[in-house]
């Protein structure tokens, strides 16, 4: 599918970066490096301004190797961006080690993956169909 993107960042587009990656790599788009200090979070710009087709989000989730080297999570995992939104994609990154981390300009910092949502109208009722699970959750069928 073609997304209509604007670039204002000096780096390349967002990037599968294997054959059939789910996420594109993004990139943070910065004036000057961001030191996160321990818990410290920031909003991260990138550059980029996109007009996502109706029925479409674009979800912003962590990249494991910066969240497993680094303690480099998205405090809103996974960020949601809207088809009407045309504001800059931003990505709120979160420093969950003890060791301050820098967020360099033209860092790999999220991935982007582009997925297909409902519109949904709720139906207002009485009663609900009867499962198996009723009620249970939040480990009633054990933990193990
Ligand atoms: O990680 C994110 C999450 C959101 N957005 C942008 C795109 C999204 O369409 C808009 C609103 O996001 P969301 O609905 O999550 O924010 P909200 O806190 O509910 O604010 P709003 O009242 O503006 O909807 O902000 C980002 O750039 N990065």
Known sequence: MLIPIINRSTHPLPAYQTAHAAGMDVRAYLSEPVTLHPLQRAL????????IPVGYEVQVRPRSGLAFKHGIGIVNSPGTIDADYRGELKVLLVNLSDEEFVVQDGERIAQLVVARHETAVWQEAATLSETTRGTGGYGSTGVN
């Not at 991260?44 to 007009?51: A, H, N, R, V």
Request: charged share 10%.
């Open 44 to 51: 991260i710009p990138t550059g980029l301004f996109m007009e």
